[in-house]
């Protein structure tokens, strides 16, 4: 079966966990992976984050759509596309994106979703053929609609291969089904797209809603972040 969870209390061990933040931070990852960065170590903390530094890293922190002080990226995908990111390493701190990647550990494999892979996804997935569970990242423990439209997006991707039968897939499929023709305009009143207009960030939240943009999927491995073979 298939199912968008929220609740970090849902059972993930003997499944696949595909952690998404749409907006942004795990299209930012996708994006990174997709132009060469070797490896990505998700962490939660501020000060974790920049203990890599010493180790050759790229850190990059955001917290509440900015990027924090001190760090040499935010969370925006246009810093990932940059030539000279390309064979580096990067640790990477996010408000949501890099805890629901911590909540997703329990699952026998974590995936990294957003729009711009959800096709390389759903392969993956069809081909592992185990139970998944999308884990949305939402906003400081509060629903959003953002992740919840991949989650249907992906649903619709893997009808025919997966029972699409529980509540929270059906109802990430509907609205799904309502928004994809516009999925800009279907966000424009969510708090999320309005946080990252206050920032003056359209371009950013555009190209996140881009679909097959990249076909890397990242998957933990330890620690780290690294291409799916
Ligand atoms: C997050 O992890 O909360 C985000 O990706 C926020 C953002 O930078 O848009």
Redesign the pocket.
């Given at each position: 079966c298939f199912s968008p969870e929220l609740l970090p209390l849902f059972k993930l061990q003997g499944k696949i966990a595909v952690a998404v933040?749409v907006?942004?931070?795990t299209s930012s990852m996708v994006t990174a992976l997709s132009h060469g960065v070797v490896h990505i170590a998700p962490v939660s903390e501020l000060t974790e984050c920049m203990a890599y530094k010493d180790q050759g890293y790229m850190v990059a922190a955001?917290r509440d759509?900015v990027k924090a002080e001190g760090f040499d990226l935010g969370?925006s995908p246009f810093h990932y596309q940059e030539e000279g990111v390309r064979g580096r390493h990067l640790a990477i701190t996010?408000?949501?994106?890099?805890q629901a990647i911590r909540l997703s550990r329990p699952a026998d494999e974590v995936l990294i979703g957003a729009f711009l892979n959800v096709g390389a996804v759903a392969d993956y997935l069809r081909k592992a053929g185990k139970d998944v569970v999308v884990v949305c990242?939402g906003?400081k423990g509060l629903f959003n609609l953002e992740d919840t439209l991949f989650a249907g997006a992906l649903a619709e991707r893997l009808e025919g291969d997966f029972e699409l039968n529980h509540d929270a897939t059906l109802a990430a499929y509907h609205l799904y089904q309502t928004a994809k023709s516009d999925l800009l305009g279907f966000l424009s009143k969510s708090s999320?797209v309005q946080r990252?207009e206050r920032l003056h960030i359209l371009p950013d939240i555009e190209f996140c809603l881009r679909e097959d943009v990249y076909q890397v999927v990242p998957i933990l491995q330890g620690d780290f972040l690294v291409p799916a073979q």
């Open positions: 933040d907006l942004r931070a955001e759509g969370n996010t408000t949501n994106g890099t990242a906003w999320h990252l």
